[in-house]
């Protein structure tokens, strides 16, 4: 009991052995025992804890999940923020929207598509492979406009295939879709959708081929021009004849001239304003005059 005693006043005094290691806060006091030595926590200041490991971040699956409420919200800003959330680890996030998107309603699917566009993830296009063919799905329009935002040029075939198959919807959906591909390898679908027996695909596929400059393109619109059965067709064949400012496109709007229908007649003539960068009127007289005049001369 003694010694013990003694030991502890021994302790308040003794610095310890010349090779204990040394405190970051000053002198280290050691309590001597028979068989050991043990620290005894200083006393001008506290003792540092365990370095504090960083938070753990939330799996990417949580922002996908709210991505999706946020849609099904219409909340534009939680939309922004769940991507930039994405964004940071893009490469998870691709993969689990590849997973996820198959299994999620209809409603959902587009807005994924469109979060996987945003991303540029490389499953595009085999996930669009995957849904474009399920005939079943009321969304394949929509989920086709999604994924042409990459420019991917193996979606070309994909969605030519909804054009020329698929429901009135999906073909308008899948004209714009090539449209915004903008490959000429869509020319030959979209000239072919121009004889759709549906009015709404013609008109898409019109509105399309405007985006297109080719004589396979100007020759369909001129058909649409003067033959098409419903004036608003005329009018977007017009439309994208002008776009296209292809001067052989004269002949085929001036016989568009001729047309009864007010809105067809003013599309008409801006057109050709548009094609010659002069304006002779409304008369397709005067027209006619002007290109007989002005047409390129055949190479002989």
Not at 54 to 62: A, E, I, L, R, Y
Not at 112 to 125: F, G, N, S, T, Y
Not at 160 to 171: I, T
Not at 238 to 247: I, V
Request: glycine residues 6%.
């Amino acid at each position: 009991m003694i010694r013990f005693l003694l030991s502890l006043v021994f302790m308040s005094t003794y610095s310890g052995p010349q090779n204990a290691p040394d405190s970051r806060h000053g002198p280290t006091a050691y309590c001597l025992l028979p068989t050991a030595y043990w620290t005894v926590p200083p006393r001008n200041g506290p003792l540092e804890g365990p370095p504090k490991k960083p938070p753990k971040k939330p799996p990417v699956d949580q922002f996908v999940q709210k991505y999706i409420e946020c849609a099904g919200a219409n909340d534009s800003s939680c939309l922004r923020d769940m991507m930039e959330q994405m964004s940071a680890d893009s490469q998870a996030a691709c993969t689990t929207l590849a997973s996820r998107i198959e299994g999620e309603t209809e409603e959902a699917q587009p807005n994924l598509a469109a979060a996987m566009a945003d991303l540029k993830c490389p499953q595009i296009v085999a996930t669009a492979s995957k849904l474009l063919a399920n005939v079943e799905s009321d969304v394949r329009g929509p989920l086709c406009v999604q994924f042409a935002r990459t420019k991917d040029k193996a979606l070309v075939e994909l969605v030519s295939q909804l054009v020329k198959a698929g429901r009135p919807f999906d073909k308008e959906k899948g004209c714009e879709a090539l449209a915004i591909l903008g490959y000429k390898e869509a020319i030959p679908t979209l000239v072919e959708a121009t004889s759709d027996s549906f009015f709404s695909v013609r008109l898409q596929a019109a509105a399309a081929l405007g985006d297109f400059k080719s004589d396979e393109a100007r020759e369909a619109l001129c058909r649409l021009v003067t033959e098409d059965q419903n004036s608003g067709v005329r009018v977007k064949a017009a439309e994208s004849l002008g776009k296209l400012k292809d001067l052989a496109s004269v002949p085929c709007l001036t016989k568009a001239l001729e047309s009864k229908t007010g809105l067809v007649l003013t599309a008409v003539h801006v057109a050709l304003i548009a094609v010659t960068g002069l304006d002779v009127g409304m008369d397709p007289v005067a027209w006619q005059q002007w290109w007989e005049k002005n047409k390129p001369q055949k190479r002989r």
